[in-house]
């Protein structure tokens, strides 16, 4: 029972890191109808500058997380500018460059941090005893007190600020928004910069835990897709929801089926969503 | 004029292993399967204009399908071939049945992850498909040669390259362009634009499988690399790098990136890099690629 829990547990920090890699992700979808496919490129540059300032640069583990983050977004702001602003209105072509720079930040990856694993250093340490049952390391608690903490800001962020009004305001109607005054060059810029930027979080929060390498970023990016799916396309709290769903699906598969086939409880997710009900939990039906 | 430069096309390519040692023959018979490939996702991407991710998954199924046919159940690699074809093509009407009506996007989504896991299945099923070691299967000929091999791959091209010319002159090809030019406008003129696009997205998958099965019967080992987003990437490259949307932009991509892959072998990885830059310029700053290039500097003359 004990040993259930655990993997339960598991699962819900896992959960918790898919829903802020898949808040990006539906973020960017909800208001320019885009999907970056170097999502996963942006979660591994996350856990690898972390990593890199860390023990490279000897910065402290909590300022260089935050630091790595920043230069994603960063990062993040300068991609939209250059390569995305001028798809705009062609979906087919912002697919395609960001397929294309996905397939460049990988090799760059490997090039650059070379293919080994790497895990920046703890930001706590020890175990604590969950109501007796179990005992659980402290970083994975803090895992999911920060991812918890990434949700319920951006959740703030777009619900009780003006840039989330403009976001919502866009999201429901882009010509109506631009006739009103809202500046949607500024916001998608922002938004995509954001989405990119909570990729890094998600990875520079688990790095300590699970190692990162470029060849994973694939996988990164497929989850944070089955979750917006499953979720519901460009719906915030489907991403919440659908990321703890997919994370102890997947941790629990993984403890009891197969550690190989863990990717695959994903697909057919995917696959079960778009048979049985194709907008998602929380997505409008079209 | 048009009529002699094709024939002039043809007698060379009918010529070309007469003149090239082995080792280029071998980097021909690549360029032809990379041909077959890269004008075949041109067909759903660049005609219809939606993007698969599992174009490489696709030759994966037609290679594995037929060597494991022919490795286990003493099945004919011609036959096999053809069962690849029909699998790929089936599995593609069921992945595109799913989410071509739920618009590009879910296409894209849904075949990349069918690409993954793909792989995975093929690397962890290591008792049936020898995973990353590769499988060895046997060769479309009992004596293996090259020039043979060439003018097999040679003949399958040319059939599928004449068979996907009168598909889009037919009124199913006029189809395909009002669905990519004005999809609503299509739609109102009485197309059935899902049913339009299941099909393109359903015969380019079933091309795809043939050209893996006789690309796996002529290498004669099939790895998990056959249906890898490496080798998607590199498909994608040659039709963006081409010129998406036209007959002859991924036929000329395909044979210069095969060609120039080669002379820079030398830097091993960097390939893939070097390779995605030059496409993101491409698709950046020419999005119709070297033949809209051509045709600008044509034009301005």
């Known amino acids: 029972m004990s040993e259930f829990l655990m993997f339960l547990t598991n699962g819900l920090v896992m959960g918790g890191i898919n829903a802020i890699s898949a808040l990006g992700v539906s973020l960017v979808v909800g208001i320019m109808r885009v999907i970056n496919f170097a999502h996963g490129e942006m979660y591994i540059f996350g856990g690898y500058l972390s990593y890199q300032l860390a023990v490279g640069a000897g910065i402290p583990p909590v300022l260089s997380m935050l630091c790595s983050v920043a230069a994603v977004f960063l990062g993040g702001l300068a991609i939209e500018k250059w390569l995305i602003r001028p798809t705009y209105g062609d979906e087919m072509y912002s697919l395609i460059i960001t397929f294309i720079l996905s397939i460049i930040l990988q090799n760059a990856a490997l090039l650059i941090f070379g293919p080994y694993p790497v895990k920046p250093p703890s930001l706590v340490f020890g175990a604590t005893n969950i109501f007796g049952l179990f005992h659980y390391g402290n970083q994975r608690l803090l895992s999911l007190a920060l991812a918890a903490g990434i949700i319920g800001a951006i959740m703030y962020l777009v619900r009780r600020t003006w840039f989330g009004k403009s976001v919502r305001a866009i999201s429901q109607d882009r010509e109506m928004a631009a006739m009103l005054g809202v500046d949607h060059l500024k916001v998608n810029m922002i938004s995509f910069g954001l989405g990119c930027a909570l990729a890094a979080s998600a990875g520079a929060i688990i790095a300590p835990i699970f190692p990162v390498t470029p060849s994973g970023s694939g996988a990164v990016s497929l989850t944070a897709f089955v979750v917006v799916v499953l979720g519901g396309m460009g719906s915030l709290k489907g991403c919440i929801v659908g990321g703890v769903i997919l994370g102890v699906l997947e941790n629990l598969g993984a403890a009891y089926i197969s550690t190989d086939y863990r990717h695959i409880f994903g697909f057919i997710i995917l696959i079960g969503v778009l048979v049985l009900r194709p907008w998602g939990l929380f997505g409008k039906r079209i | ?301």
């Open chain 2, 1 to 301: 004029m048009k009529r002699a430069g094709l024939a002039g096309v043809f007698l060379i390519a009918i010529l070309v292993p007469f003149f090239l040692n082995q080792y280029w023959l071998h980097v021909a018979i690549i360029s032809l399967f990379y041909v077959m490939m890269a004008s075949s996702w041109n067909l759903i991407a660049g005609y219809t204009g939606q993007v698969s991710f599992a174009h490489a998954a696709f030759a994966g199924v037609g290679a594995y399908t037929s060597g494991m046919l022919a490795l286990y159940g003493g099945v004919h690699p011609a036959l096999g071939i053809i069962a690849g074809t029909l699998l790929a093509g089936v599995l593609g009407l069921g992945l595109g049945g799913l989410c071509i009506r739920m618009g590009g996007i879910y296409l894209s989504l849904t075949t990349l992850g069918f690409s993954e896991i793909l792989r995975i299945i093929i690397t962890n099923e290591e008792q049936w498909t020898r995973g990353t070691m590769g499988l060895q299967i046997p060769g479309v000929f009992s004596v293996y040669s090259k020039t043979h091999y060439y003018f097999l791959f040679l003949a399958v091209t040319l059939a599928f390259l004449v068979l996907m010319r009168r598909l889009l002159n037919s009124d199913t090809g006029l189809a395909f362009r009002a669905v990519l030019n004005d999809e609503l406008a299509a739609s109102t003129s009485g197309i059935d634009t899902v049913r339009v696009r299941l099909m393109a997205f359903t015969s380019s998958s079933a091309m795809a499988g043939l050209a893996g099965g006789l690309y796996g019967h002529y290498l004669m080992l099939i790895t998990p690399d056959i249906p890898s987003l490496g080798q998607m990437f590199l498909v994608l490259a040659m039709a963006v790098i081409g010129g998406m949307g036209s007959f002859a932009g991924p036929i000329i991509g395909a044979i210069a990136l095969e060609f120039l892959s080669e002379y820079i072998r030398i830097y091993g990885e960097y390939h893939l890099l070097l390779f995605g830059l030059v496409a993101l310029v491409i698709a950046r700053f020419a999005p119709s690629g070297m033949v809209g290039l051509w045709e600008k500097i044509w034009r301005r003359r």
